[in-house]
């Protein structure tokens, strides 16, 4: 059975990579003010970070790690393909189940555009579509390394998947941030809200639909158990959403921006992010990408002025931490809340008094 570490000595090898691509120019870091508007009614303590220089930052190939290019203009460039810049080339690996398996490669690369230090990247060495769930070989690397980087620093690793998720590459990765703080914004509301039953995915109590799935495998599990594991707690989180479209669909087409009720759908078509620390998965699906400001009084308080904001959310919104790039925006979010900007990019939740729904979240699937 293959017993060696996943990415072995990760941590030091990241911290000196970014030091030295930031002194090399190959990195761009851009400072942020950050602003904490802790929600009254459910306490958390959301993140909201202020950076006007992104701005004027490029749009294309923003999560770069390479310096593939192309001939044919036609042909978007995939910034995650080889030969890899090396200043910004942290590792790579071949992670396998056990000693019989190929196993599936894998490179560490640094986030070339970066508004929290050490910013990074676990991309799939072969091109594989970001639309496709994550693979329990997949969870199981994103999960080692959070574990492993977690004995010196916490750090939270999330998916953007689908047009309305807030992805920036059609080519597979998973990013990876560290928590200064050592605590995530949701950490001590899920912890709040766990079920009787810990092994049974939950919804939190909030205005838009959610699935969690606390992770705590047996600590004699063998790789390929937690393999099996770790890919089963995610499959159980995309049943549910599946389960939870499929339902508005029928009842309520509108929600899921559907003229008349459905019952087909494609899971390459879903838009959902994916949040992962050491101690759970939090799986949200999208039904757009962008807050608006609907009325002048988002914007201004009630008189005429500027016309609606947009605040563009990702993964990192639903793990309570979001960015503007202007001060109006962010007066926007000040005014309305962040848990109303998730709730209008997200589906609506749940709902338990409907007789169809049990109690627990986890005897839907």
């Keep these: 059975m293959t017993s060696s570490a996943v990415f072995a000595g990760l941590a030091p090898r990241l911290k000196s990579q970014y030091n030295a691509a930031l002194k090399a120019g190959s990195l761009h870091f851009t ?30 190939n923003k999560d770069s790690g390479s310096t593939a290019s192309t001939a044919d203009d036609s042909k978007p460039v995939d910034p995650f393909a080889p030969p890899y810049q090396q200043d910004l080339l942290v590792a790579e690996e ?56 977690g004995s010196r620093e916490k750090h939270l690793a999330f998916f ?30 899920i912890d709040a809200h766990k079920p009787a039953k810990p092994q049974q995915p939950f919804q939190l109590p909030l205005p838009y639909a959610n699935f969690t799935a606390l ?31 499929r339902r508005l669909s029928l009842s309520d087409p509108a929600a899921l921006g559907l003229d ?5 759908m ?8 994916v949040v992962m620390t050491q101690q759970y998965l939090h799986l949200v699906p999208r039904r757009r990408e962008k807050y608006t400001a609907r009325a002048s009084s988002d914007v201004d308080g009630g008189g005429e002025g500027a016309p609606g904001r947009t605040v563009s959310v ?24 962040v848990l109303e900007v998730l709730k209008e990019v997200g589906l609506p939740p749940l709902e338990f008094s409907d007789p169809q729904h049990a109690e627990d979240v986890g005897e839907l699937a």
Aim: aromatic share 8%; charged share 25%; net charge negative.
């Design 215 to 245: 992770i705590d495998p047996p600590s004699s599990a063998s790789r390929s158990d937690l393999v099996a594991y770790l890919g089963q707690r995610f499959l159980e989180l995309l049943d549910l959403m599946i389960d939870h479209r």
């Design 260 to 264: 008349a009720p459905t019952r087909g």
């Design 314 to 337: 990702n993964a990192l919104g639903f793990a309570g931490m979001v960015l503007v790039k202007d001060e109006a925006t962010l007066e926007v979010v000040k005014r309305v809340g």
């Design 160 to 189: 953007n998947c689908g047009d309305e998720s807030g992805a920036s590459q059609p080519h597979k990765h998973l990013q990876f941030i560290p928590i200064s703080t050592g605590m995530a914004p949701f950490d001590s509301y």
């Design 94 to 149: 071949t992670v396998k189940e056990d000693d019989d398996d190929a196993g599936e490669g894998f490179v560490v690369l640094l986030n070339k555009f970066c508004v929290t230090p050490r910013h990074f990247l676990l991309v799939t060495k072969d091109f594989r579509k970001q639309t496709t769930p994550v693979s329990p070989l997949e969870t199981f690397t994103a999960w080692s390394i959070l574990k492993q980087l």
């Design 31 to 60: 400072d942020s003010d950050e602003v904490e508007l802790e929600d009254e009614a459910t306490g958390i303590p959301f993140e909201v970070r202020y950076a006007p220089a992104l701005a004027k930052k490029p749009t294309a």
């Design 266 to 273: 494609r899971l390459s078509e879903l838009s959902y992010n």
